[in-house]
């Protein structure tokens, strides 16, 4: 026993050598730190979340030693993807409905909802995603088959960008809509005095509002399944568009608790009782939630013709969509929030939307300023308006896969001549510089690698068009990586703490399989996250 003594010794001694002055480091990698100057480096070092130091692997390793070493072999690192513009919550409660994006035919959704509806006996049918625009003769549906299937059961089945709806007559009974029932932003479909089932913007609230709120253990279940299939595709914080303020408290304790890992920026609904919380509380900031802005909707969707025009549409010249609420609204909505402080995040897609609600900032805003105002989606913008954005200094924050999902029919709702000056990301992100890039989801995949190609390439998955649709408009590399993270970050006022691989950040980064500045365009959407990290934390790998 003697002689082990001076063994044992040795090896304390060694143990308290270590003196470990990091958590984690990175190294043998090509790191994008999209810096200011858009620079490269080999490693970087991570102590209690944050990034402590970048540059070359030989210095770092002379100075730090981490509990923790990746080798990341020769492969890419990218700050965290941020979304800029996601239903989160929605899309999380969606993996518990009936998925119907991408189904060719109403018969398939009808299958599909069917068969959802023998599994799940039990309350409302939820259906979300379906999209006449795939379907042969692309006209909307009607409610006869529903009716036939759940005579009793309320069945409401949403369109893929959540601006149309079909229910069934059960859901228009608990509703009490009748025929020939008007509705302010909103239409009821109505055809030789029967009610088809079509609800348009506005009138789909009038049935949402009888349908159960989820009981909170749905509630978690969505946003952990929602966090699990994103992590995995590279994000590290999504913008959350349009909740109740009901919500935050939820988040904020499973952050705090720790099994909600995702950073959120949340924009409240366009709601008295959400102004009066925020108003009273002020802005609510942590490490891993900030809630400072409220969404509005100035009109609905181009697919569902709820978009508002200055003209007629082209294929319906009776209608030019609507607004969905008084311009007396935005203006009174507009002022409220700027007298007390709070982003302005409005929904525009038509021109004569943008138009209303880009001349109500402009008078709200006087000039140049640091509000950071938004304007979401910021589809068809008339070119007279376009330098409003620059004027005023407000972001458009806009979604590249909508263009590339809308290209097939937009002509048809626009006519050759608005369709030119539509999707038009560089002609806004030249009006102050830089430009704010989201999906949108669940109206478009979670993938950011996604919105990459088709803000780089304009295209397609399957490549088409062959040289890109309308590519005046297209974005540089450099251009889109900043627009998904550090201009991101910008878009909600954290551009100090996130966004880029730089010394006092949050250690949110992802590492690929494939490096998007020098890829094949084609190769862009194959892209695979290997690993992602939140605060220095491995929240996904690869299996």
Same mark, same amino acid.
């Given at each position: 026993?003697?002689?082990?003594?001076?063994?044992?010794?040795?090896?304390?001694?060694?143990?308290?050598?270590?003196?470990?002055?990091?958590?984690?480091?990175?190294?043998?990698?090509?790191?994008?730190?999209?810096?200011?100057?858009?620079?490269?480096?080999?490693?970087?070092?991570?102590?209690?979340?944050?990034?402590?130091? @970048?540059g070359?692997?030989?210095?770092?390793?002379?100075?730090?030693?981490?509990?923790? @070493?990746?080798?990341?072999?020769?492969?890419?690192?990218?700050?965290?993807?941020?979304?800029?513009?996601?239903?989160?919550?929605?899309?999380?409660?969606?993996?518990?409905?009936?998925?119907?994006?991408?189904?060719?035919?109403?018969?398939?959704?009808?299958?599909?909802?069917?068969?959802?509806?023998? %599994?799940?006996?039990?309350?409302?049918?939820?259906?979300?995603?379906?999209?006449?625009?795939?379907?042969?003769?692309?006209?909307?549906?009607?409610?006869?088959?529903?009716?036939?299937?759940?005579?009793?059961?309320?069945?409401?089945?949403?369109?893929?960008?959540?601006?149309?709806?079909i229910?069934?007559?059960?859901?228009?009974?608990?509703?009490?809509?009748?025929?020939?029932?008007?509705?302010?932003?909103?239409?009821?479909?109505?055809?030789?005095?029967?009610?088809?089932?079509?609800?348009?913007d506005?009138?789909?609230?009038? @049935?949402?509002?009888?349908?159960?709120?989820?009981?909170?253990?749905?509630?978690?279940?969505?946003?952990?399944?929602?966090?699990?299939?994103?992590?995995?595709?590279?994000?590290?914080?999504?913008?959350?568009?349009?909740?109740?303020?009901?919500?935050?408290?939820?988040?904020?304790?499973?952050?705090k608790?720790?099994?909600?890992?995702?950073?959120?920026?949340?924009?409240?609904?366009?709601?008295?009782?959400?102004?009066?919380?925020?108003?009273?509380?002020?802005?609510?900031?942590?490490?891993?939630?900030?809630?400072?802005?409220?969404?509005?909707?100035?009109?609905?969707?181009?697919?569902?013709?709820?978009?508002?025009?200055l003209?007629?549409?082209?294929?319906?010249?009776?209608?030019?969509?609507?607004?969905?609420?008084?311009k007396?609204h935005?203006?009174e909505?507009?002022?409220?929030?700027a007298?007390?402080?709070?982003?302005?995040?409005?929904?525009?897609?038509?021109?004569?939307?943008n138009?209303?609600?880009?001349?109500?900032?402009?008078?709200?805003?006087k000039?140049?300023?640091?509000? %950071?105002?938004?304007?979401?989606?910021?589809?068809?913008?008339?070119?007279?308006?376009?330098?409003m954005?620059?004027?005023?200094?407000?972001?458009?924050?806009?979604?590249?896969?909508?263009?590339?999902?809308?290209?097939?029919?937009a002509?048809?709702?626009?006519?050759?001549?608005?369709?030119?000056?539509?999707?038009?990301?560089?002609?806004?992100?030249?009006?102050?510089?830089?430009?704010?890039?989201?999906?949108?989801?669940?109206?478009?995949?979670?993938?950011?690698?996604?919105?990459?190609?088709?803000?780089?390439?304009?295209?397609?998955?399957?490549?088409?068009?062959?040289?890109?649709?309308?590519?005046?408009?297209?974005?540089?590399?450099?251009?889109?990586? %900043?627009g998904?993270?550090?201009?991101?970050?910008k878009?909600?006022?954290?551009?100090?703490?996130?966004?880029?691989?730089?010394?006092?950040?949050?250690?949110?980064? @992802?590492?690929?399989?494939?490096?998007?500045?020098?890829?094949?365009?084609a190769?862009?959407?194959?892209?695979?996250?290997?690993k992602?990290?939140?605060?220095?934390?491995?929240?996904?790998?690869?299996?």
């Amino acid at each position: 026993m003697k002689k082990l003594w001076p063994v044992m010794l040795l090896l304390l001694a060694a143990c308290k050598q270590k003196n470990y002055n990091a958590d984690l480091l990175i190294k043998n990698a090509i790191v994008y730190t999209v810096d200011s100057a858009f620079s490269k480096a080999n490693a970087f070092v991570v102590n209690k979340g944050k990034i402590i130091a @970048v540059g070359d692997i030989d210095s770092l390793e002379d100075k730090y030693l981490a509990r923790e @070493v990746v080798d990341a072999q020769g492969k890419t690192v990218y700050p965290g993807f941020i979304d800029a513009h996601t239903h989160f919550y929605e899309y999380g409660l969606g993996l518990q409905q009936v998925p119907l994006k991408e189904m060719t035919s109403w018969s398939q959704v009808v299958d599909s909802v069917q068969v959802f509806a023998d %599994r799940n006996p039990d309350g409302w049918v939820i259906g979300n995603g379906w999209d006449q625009n795939l379907w042969a003769g692309k006209k909307f549906p009607d409610k006869a088959k529903l009716d036939s299937l759940f005579p009793v059961r309320p069945v409401i089945l949403n369109r893929v960008d959540g601006h149309a709806a079909i229910v069934n007559q059960a859901a228009l009974n608990v509703a009490g809509i009748k025929p020939g029932q008007k509705i302010a932003g909103g239409e009821i479909e109505t055809i030789d005095g029967k009610l088809t089932g079509l609800l348009i913007d506005n009138a789909i609230g009038i @049935v949402i509002s009888k349908i159960p709120d989820p009981t909170e253990q749905l509630t978690q279940s969505a946003l952990i399944s929602a966090q699990q299939n994103c992590f995995a595709v590279g994000l590290t914080t999504v913008d959350d568009c349009g909740l109740p303020f009901t919500m935050v408290n939820t988040i904020a304790a499973m952050q705090k608790q720790g099994s909600l890992k995702m950073r959120m920026y949340l924009m409240l609904a366009d709601k008295q009782e959400n102004y009066n919380y925020l108003f009273k509380r002020g802005i609510f900031k942590t490490p891993r939630l900030n809630v400072r802005a409220f969404k509005v909707y100035g009109d609905g969707a181009l697919g569902s013709r709820g978009a508002c025009l200055l003209k007629p549409y082209t294929d319906q010249p009776a209608s030019s969509g609507f607004l969905l609420s008084t311009k007396q609204h935005f203006e009174e909505v507009a002022k409220m929030i700027a007298d007390k402080g709070f982003q302005m995040c409005t929904h525009a897609i038509g021109d004569s939307a943008n138009r209303a609600i880009l001349n109500i900032y402009a008078t709200v805003l006087k000039g140049k300023n640091d509000k %950071r105002w938004r304007i979401e989606h910021a589809q068809i913008v008339s070119p007279d308006d376009v330098k409003m954005f620059g004027d005023n200094n407000i972001i458009p924050s806009v979604q590249p896969t909508h263009a590339t999902s809308d290209m097939y029919w937009a002509g048809q709702r626009l006519g050759a001549g608005r369709l030119k000056t539509a999707y038009a990301f560089k002609d806004l992100l030249k009006q102050n510089g830089w430009i704010a890039l989201g999906t949108d989801f669940p109206v478009e995949n979670i993938n950011p690698f996604y919105t990459f190609y088709a803000a780089v390439a304009r295209k397609d998955l399957k490549g088409f068009p062959e040289k890109g649709f309308q590519m005046a408009n297209a974005l540089s590399r450099e251009q889109t990586l %900043r627009g998904m993270t550090i201009w991101a970050a910008k878009a909600n006022f954290e551009e100090k703490e996130k966004g880029s691989i730089e010394v006092g950040k949050y250690a949110d980064f @992802v590492i690929l399989d494939n490096d998007l500045m020098k890829a094949k365009t084609a190769d862009l959407p194959k892209t695979n996250v290997l690993k992602t990290y939140i605060n220095g934390e491995k929240v996904y790998e690869k299996k």
